[in-house]
Nanobody
Framework: VQLVESGGDSVRPGGSLRLSCEVS????????MAWFRQAPGKEREGVSC????????YCAPSVRGRFITSLDSAKNMVYLQMTNVKVEDTAVYYC???????????????WGQGTQVTVSS
């Protein structure tokens, strides 16, 4: 079982970035897949919104309308499309797996190694 993130980079405010998560060892169709992030000195935060109006507990209001999570079942891949990024989006981003019903960070049992996103001018 493995989650491998890629796509992290340095980007200017207002820019866009797409993160990818390659999943192996299980089917993403059988679990809840999400993205979390952690900035230095801050708690882990769910940033995985499936649409603009998503109110899932791991879809932070600060990213709603700017970040979209998508899944490709055929490729067993998970993506995070980030648009209109802000300096406060700087963090390590993690692809995570949870059982159906998972909501809080502690309920997601498998985490990738993370990929760094830095937003600065």
């Amino acid at each position: 079982v493995q989650l491998v993130e890629s796509g992290g980079d340095s980007v200017r405010p207002g820019g866009s970035l797409r993160l990818s998560c390659e999943v192996s060892g299980f089917s993403i169709d059988e679990y809840v897949m999400a993205w979390f992030r952690q900035a230095p000195g801050k708690e882990r935060e769910g940033v995985s919104c499936m649409n603009t109006y998503d109110d899932a507990p791991y879809c932070a209001p600060s990213v709603r309308g700017r970040f979209i999570t998508s899944l490709d079942s055929a490729k067993n891949m998970v993506y995070l499309q980030m648009t209109n990024v802000k300096v406060e989006d700087t963090a390590v981003y993690y692809c995570v797996r949870g059982v159906p019903g998972a909501a809080e960070a502690d309920e997601f049992d498998i985490w990738g190694q993370g990929t760094q996103v830095t937003v600065s001018s």
